[in-house]
């Protein structure tokens, strides 16, 4: 049974920073892309960042370039994101996710953060 638990989010003052992290368990941690996710309050879920199953690729979308890092622990099957810098903008359900060889996404149940403006 896959499970992706999402934890770290909260309410941060903007230019504050804080770190989500992701449990994972149920499937070969090691062996796959993961990806971190949110969605804004009346907005479509974006892809915010992408790490390879070793860590060494990373990807980011344009607008947390420079603010945001994922990073990945294979022996404890947790994937992290650092947020630092954060904005309004920023405000959003923020949620892991992995595409399995069943071409399945799954989805952790979401944390959220909220910087006000």
């Known amino acids: 049974q896959v499970q992706l638990v999402e934890s770290g989010g909260g309410l941060v003052q903007p230019g504050g920073s804080l770190r989500l992290s992701c449990a994972a368990s149920?499937?070969?941690?090691?062996?796959?892309?993961l990806n971190w996710y949110r969605q804004a309050p009346g907005k479509e879920r974006e892809l915010v960042a992408s790490?390879?199953?070793?860590?060494?690729?990373?990807n980011y979308v344009d607008s947390v370039k420079g603010r945001f890092t994922i990073t990945r622990d294979n022996v404890k099957n947790t994937v992290y994101l650092q947020m630092n810098s954060l904005k309004p903008e920023d405000t959003a359900v923020y949620y892991c996710?992995?595409?399995?060889?069943?071409?399945?996404?799954?989805w952790g149940q979401g944390t959220k953060v909220t910087a006000p403006s």
């Open positions: 790490i390879s199953n070793t860590g060494g690729s990373t």
């Open positions: 996710s992995v595409l399995l060889r069943d071409w399945r996404r799954y």
């Open positions: 149920g499937f070969t941690f090691s062996s796959r892309l």
